[in-house]
């Protein structure tokens, strides 16, 4: 039972243009998201994340969204390059009483030069 | 300097065996993690050691043991390998929410 729902496998972008990556949750438990970046043969890098306190986190060119309400977020990355060709995966857990991360099945983000 | 290290990277044996993975990490952390990542590619969390107490055990066979010598080592042994063990393992860290993982140890079981 996925908890954590990436809906779109993979997306393309040309460089410079934004990359918008979407993540759906069903858990109305889950209060904190992250989002990682995983190369080939590579263990996940963690990239950002977003309390549920918040909409909106910011650091450098990634910014995450998060509306509760419809249980979704979303990582926008601006201006998209080619080192950030990648499979991107959305976490989520429920706080830190919960060390539990759900995964979303994963993104693969191509930028085309 | 690595923060979490895996060894080995790779691991190739036969059905049966009895293998063992294991994890180090040099931040501190008090919380470490293994998790499977399957041929469909999903990351999913089989233990997780807080200060050397086992606190999360999802249903994983009981030919998976885990085995926290200190709070900066987590290893994973596993007896009778099966082929459906072939898998991607990562152990993973954190002090808070955020987990911090290692490069992964692919085993393929033959």
């Known amino acids: 039972d996925q908890q954590v729902k990436q809906n779109s496998p993979s997306l393309s972008v040309q460089e410079g243009r934004i990359s918008i990556l979407n993540c759906d949750y069903t858990n109305s438990m889950f209060d904190y998201f992250l989002w990682y970046k995983k190369y080939p043969a590579e263990g996940p890098t963690f990239l950002i994340s977003i309390s549920s306190i918040k909409d909106k986190n910011e650091d450098g060119r990634f910014t995450v969204f998060l509306n509760k309400s419809a249980k979704h977020l979303s990582l926008h990355i601006v201006p998209s390059q080619p080192g950030d060709s990648a499979v991107y995966f959305c976490?989520?857990?429920?706080?830190?009483?919960?060390?539990?991360?759900?995964f979303g099945a994963g993104t693969t983000v191509t930028v085309r030069a | 300097d690595t923060a979490v290290s895996q060894t080995p990277k790779y691991l190739v044996t036969q059905m049966g065996n009895d293998k063992s993975i294991k994890c180090e990490q040099n931040l501190g952390h008090d919380t470490m993690y293994w998790y499977k990542q399957d041929s469909k590619k999903f990351l999913k969390i089989m233990f997780s050691?807080?200060?050397?107490?086992?606190?999360i055990n999802e249903t994983v066979p009981n030919r998976f043991s885990p085995k926290s010598p200190d709070k900066a080592h987590l290893n994973l042994h596993i007896n009778s390998l099966e082929l459906g063990d072939s898998a991607v393992y990562f152990c993973a860290s954190s002090s808070g929410e955020t987990q911090y993982f290692g490069p992964g140890t692919r085993l393929l079981v033959l």
């Open positions: 976490a989520a857990s429920g706080g830190s009483n919960d060390y539990k991360l759900s």
């Open positions: 050691y807080n200060n050397k107490e086992l606190i």
